[in-house]
T-cell receptor, first 115, second 111 residues
């Protein structure tokens, strides 16, 4: 079974440009999450989809970030316009909740560098 | 106060020794606890989950949870060079699904 995949693996853009990150969750997983790790800090939650609906977007830094999950399959995270502080590694995770907990499986991440 | 704190490391242990990783959390509403292993440039990989007080063993890994002390640990027995990685402690509250992570502890196993 394929794991969570993310594209691109790396992106280098200039301040003010737009970047779109893509995540393909594990097939059949209704839950999809975006997280971010900026240099020297811990991984931080951005938002949570259940199918195509945003369940929790409390971690989104500001309105320059827009996440979508049309059709409840893959998701995109757009940053427009990008700022220097947006640099970091963006992880996607997916899950299908169990009885005890929601076990999340992570993708390899997209390393974003804003110059 | 950070939600999840881990011993900062790096932690260097000789091959065959026990590596001990510690994690404390601040929210008593936390219910589920996870240890992820991350090799450089790779995805965090789930290695252990624990929900009840006590010990949980899986192969060479043992997770320990003490909710009263808000403490969770991971022991790696018979450490191997392939265990060299960053270990992330993650905590999940009963009220929502998002994970709160510690900063990670980097472990190096010396051959």
């Amino acid at each position: 079974e394929a794991g969570v995949t993310q594209f691109p693996s790396h992106s280098v853009i200039e301040k003010g440009q737009t970047v779109t990150l893509r995540c393909d969750p594990i097939s059949g997983h209704d839950n999809l999450y975006w997280y971010r790790r900026v240099m020297g800090k811990e991984i931080k939650f951005l938002l949570h989809f259940v199918k195509e609906s945003k369940q929790d977007e409390s971690g989104m830094p500001n309105n320059r970030f827009l996440a979508e999950r049309t059709g409840g399959t893959y998701s995109t995270l757009k940053v427009q316009p990008a700022e220097l502080e947006d640099s970091g590694v963006y992880f996607c995770a997916s899950s299908q909740p169990g009885e005890r907990a929601d076990t999340q499986y992570f993708g390899p991440g997209t390393r974003l560098t804003v110059l | 106060q950070k939600e999840v704190e881990q011993n900062s490391g790096p932690l260097s242990v000789p091959e065959g020794a026990i590596a001990s990783l510690n994690c404390t959390y601040s929210d008593r509403g936390s219910q589920s606890f996870f240890w992820y292993r991350q090799y450089s440039g790779k995805s965090p990989e789930l290695i252990m989950s624990i929900y009840s007080n006590g010990d949980k063993e899986d192969g060479r890994f043992t997770a320990q949870l003490n909710k009263a002390s808000q403490y969770v640990s991971l022991l790696i027995r018979d450490s191997q060079p392939s265990d060299s990685a960053t270990y992330l402690c993650a905590v999940q509250k009963v009220s929502d699904y998002k994970l709160s992570f510690g900063a990670g502890t980097t472990v190096t196993v010396r051959a």
